[in-house]
């Protein structure tokens, strides 16, 4: 059985920082690109970031680039979203992915809110 268990999420001001990690389990960590969603109350899922399987390929939304850092430890099972310069517009529910061709898997999302 497939878990992605987010952790890290939390109430920060503006300007602060916060650190996601994503803990995966039931699968071949190594075999899946990761990425990092973001839904924000009223609004529909978007995309903050992704990495490649090796971690050789970073994709940033462009509202996350500058502020934010994806990485993975293969070793570990775990991908992990820094997250600097908040903005309260970054309020949301964070959920970590996982994805190859043909299968894609979700966590259940941890919130993140950034007062003003």
């Known amino acids: 059985q497939v878990q992605l268990a987010e952790s890290g999420g939390g109430l920060v001001q503006a300007g602060g920082s916060l650190r996601l990690s994503c803990a995966a389990s039931?699968?071949?960590?190594?075999?899946?690109?990761m990425g990092w969603f973001r839904q924000a109350p009223g609004k529909e899922r978007e995309f903050v970031a992704a990495i490649s399987r090796s971690g050789d390929k970073i994709y940033y939304a462009d509202s996350a680039k500058g502020r934010f850092t994806i990485s993975r430890d293969n070793a570990k099972n775990t991908v992990t979203l820094q997250m600097n310069s908040l903005k309260p517009e970054d309020t949301a529910v964070y959920y970590c992915?996982?994805?190859?061709?043909?299968?894609?898997?979700w966590g259940k999302g941890t919130l993140v809110t950034v007062s003003s």
């Open positions: 992915n996982a994805w190859r061709v043909g299968v894609d898997y």
């Open positions: 039931g699968l071949t960590f190594s075999n899946y690109a």
